[in-house]
């Protein structure tokens, strides 16, 4: 009488007693998908963090640009523009601006001759530095019409 011990060898798991077919994580498994997801959301929430921080600049930007706009409206209107000013900016709590006019010179050159420095009498440039709390400071560059030119 032969026994057979194929059918029992099946069942018992080679640490012990327990059965082949538990269907549970080990720890190793549970602690690997735990950095795989933490990595995977710490890149995301990265990226979300980004496109905020270039939305905030570009509404700093924005804001910056009207700021100039009216300042340059303001001092266009004046009958004598100053050299320079700087102060705060009205309804802009900690926003400052600072302004200065230049005589404006040109560059001119052809391709194998050296830049000849040409003055324009006729035209000054206007630089208007804005200065929002917290950011960097933004600048436009304009040029204005002397203000025995104007209108």
Request: overall charge neutral.
């Amino acid at each position: 009488m032969k026994k057979r011990l194929s059918c029992i060898k099946k069942d018992i798991h080679p640490r012990g007693n327990m059965a082949r077919n538990n269907h549970g994580f080990t720890l190793l498994e549970v602690l690997v998908a735990t950095a795989i997801v933490g990595i995977a959301l710490g890149v995301l929430l990265g990226g979300f963090a980004m496109g905020h921080r270039q939305a905030f600049r570009g509404d700093i930007t924005r804001e910056a640009a009207s700021i100039a706009r009216d300042l340059l409206n303001e001092y266009y209107s004046e009958t004598e523009i100053p050299d320079s000013d700087e102060g705060e900016v009205r309804d802009h709590p900690g926003w400052r601006f600072r302004m200065e006019l230049q005589g404006l010179k040109v560059a001119i050159s052809h391709k194998d001759t050296k830049p000849v420095e040409i003055e324009v009498p006729e035209l000054r440039k206007m630089i208007i530095e804005i200065i929002p709390p917290a950011s960097p400071p933004l600048r436009l560059i304009t040029w204005i019409p002397s203000t025995n030119e104007r209108p």
